[in-house]
């Protein structure tokens, strides 16, 4: 009589793939807090604070479009803080994507600093000097893009 020697498989013995935050170091696990904690910032500073715009500015005060450019002002004042917070809720979250989210705000962003300079000058390297906030979280994330997408899982789901 051929006789098993255990009742489980040969793949019972082998280690669980890790969990995606166990690949990040804890330097970028902080990295990741201070930047979901900026993007509220950003969030709380666009709802709380109104578009200046100035007198002479013709389109904000044009009696038939006045509104509808004021309006888009105020809610293009959200789009930055929505964006850094998905950059770190998405990392904190455990998303497979992160990472390349993460890599596609950063492209968007530098061809947008880029295009607004040689549109406007250096003076419109203002809209970029946050990028090199962002650098060292970036390179963190991408030095564990492969592992991330490949041999880790997400977490357990809370709901």
Excluded at 47 to 74: C, K, L, M, Q
Excluded at 138 to 156: H, M, T, Y
């Amino acid at each position: 009589m051929n006789q098993q020697d255990t009742i489980f498989d040969n793949d019972f013995d082998e280690q669980n793939a890790p969990r995606r935050r166990e690949l990040m170091p804890k330097w970028l696990i902080v990295y990741m807090w201070i930047v979901i904690i900026f993007g509220i910032g950003m969030l709380a500073y666009a709802a709380f604070s109104i578009p200046v715009f100035d007198t002479n500015d013709a389109r904000a005060h044009d009696p038939e479009n006045g509104g509808a450019y004021r309006t888009g002002a105020w809610i293009g004042q959200f789009i930055p803080g929505i964006l850094i917070l998905f950059m770190g809720e998405l990392v904190r979250s455990e998303k497979k994507s992160a990472i390349r989210f993460n890599l596609g705000v950063a492209i968007v962003w530098t061809a947008y600093v880029m295009l607004m300079v040689l549109a406007a000058g250096p003076r419109a390297l203002l809209i970029g000097m946050l990028i090199p906030v962002f650098v060292p979280y970036w390179i963190g994330l991408f030095s564990i893009q492969r592992k991330w997408e490949k041999e880790a899982v997400g977490g357990a789901r809370r709901f």
